[in-house]
């Protein structure tokens, strides 16, 4: 299992419970209403890039694209250029990790976007975390929206993890895509069937989006974090593992596994369900501090263990 793969955006043949979502899309791209600034937003995994990918190949490949069953022709030119990154028509921008757009990046867009297309057909600007972006990367953005063009169209993809500026947000389009708990458990069963993935985290009893299930769950096969181990010993394990690699999906995932141990204890305490409560928040803000101000581990891992004998 490649799970790089399967989390890649790009990757996905088949389009999974957004059926509503693109449907409605389609509707405004059919009859010339759409605009040419889209700003969708909400959870971050719940497949919004995946989405605008379909709507892409749709786009370009229509007589190509099953849209009954919502899915890519992989076989199209367009599909396969999108993998390459050699479609001319779409430029894709991403801001997680290292790849952090800069102002010099918007600045080459403007250059770029004041040239026109060899087939002369629309192009779109595809910027993934918008919200992530700095002030003055952020202005210049907003530069390149203001000017009137009739084939340039972007599409902003808001995680709702900061907040998109205001003049951004006021010249866009909003598109909110919201997915239930119930919905996104079924979107989960249904790709962890098609895609034959190992789980080594317990879905049924987590509020996650799809994309971040797979993220953790991946975490959790790499680093043998089963279920039956501990759970001072998977804490330990995984903020020992953000010390060592600096990525907060560790200080995450130890957040996720402690509120799923509490309610699990809640469930079969309910008479203590207040102290187990107050035992786990007072858990969650050790750890919090531990990421934000960088504190000692040990003396972090020691307040746990105190407040977690409070439980027993």
């Known amino acids: 299992m490649n799970i790089e793969k399967i989390l890649n955006p790009l990757n996905s043949i088949k389009l999974v419970g957004m059926d509503k979502y693109f449907d409605e899309l389609i509707k405004l791209y059919n009859s010339e209403r759409m605009p040419k600034a889209l700003l969708i937003s909400g959870e971050k995994g719940l497949g919004k890039f995946t989405l605008i990918n379909h709507l892409i ?6 007589n190509s694209y099953n849209y009954k069953e919502k899915k890519i022709n992989p076989n199209t030119e367009t599909y396969k250029k999108i993998l390459e990154g050699t479609f001319e028509n779409i430029i894709f921008f991403k801001n997680e990790g290292s790849q952090t757009t ?54 902003l993809i808001d995680n709702k993890e900061n907040d998109v500026i205001s003049t951004i947000s006021s010249r866009c389009l909003k598109f909110k895509i919201f997915i239930n708990e119930l919905k996104k458990k079924d979107i989960i069963k249904t790709l962890i069937k098609d895609q034959n993935i190992e789980v080594n985290l317990k879905y049924e009893s987590l509020d996650l989006s799809p994309g971040m299930f797979f993220k953790f ?96």
Do not use: G
């Open 102 to 155: 800069k102002i010099n990046d918007i600045r080459n867009l403007k250059l770029n976007l004041s040239k026109s297309n060899a087939n002369n057909k629309p192009r779109f600007i595809v910027l993934d975390d918008v919200e992530k972006l700095n002030i003055n990367s952020s202005n210049a953005l907003l530069k390149s929206i203001e000017e009137p063009s009739d084939k340039n169209f972007f599409i």
């Open 217 to 312: 769950n991946d975490l959790c096969i790499k680093h043998e974090i089963f279920d039956d181990i501990e759970y001072l010993e998977k804490i330990k394990k995984l903020l020992n593992l953000y010390k060592t690699a600096k990525d907060k999906n560790f200080v995450n995932l130890a957040i996720l596994l402690t509120d799923q141990y509490f309610y699990n204890l809640s469930i079969k305490n309910k008479n203590r369900v207040f102290l187990l409560n107050s035992v786990k928040n007072k858990i969650i803000h050790y750890i919090n501090n531990f990421f934000i101000y960088n504190l000692n581990l040990k003396s972090i891992l020691n307040l746990i263990d105190t407040e977690f004998k409070h439980a027993k």
């Open 57 to 62: 190949n749709y786009f370009f490949s229509k």
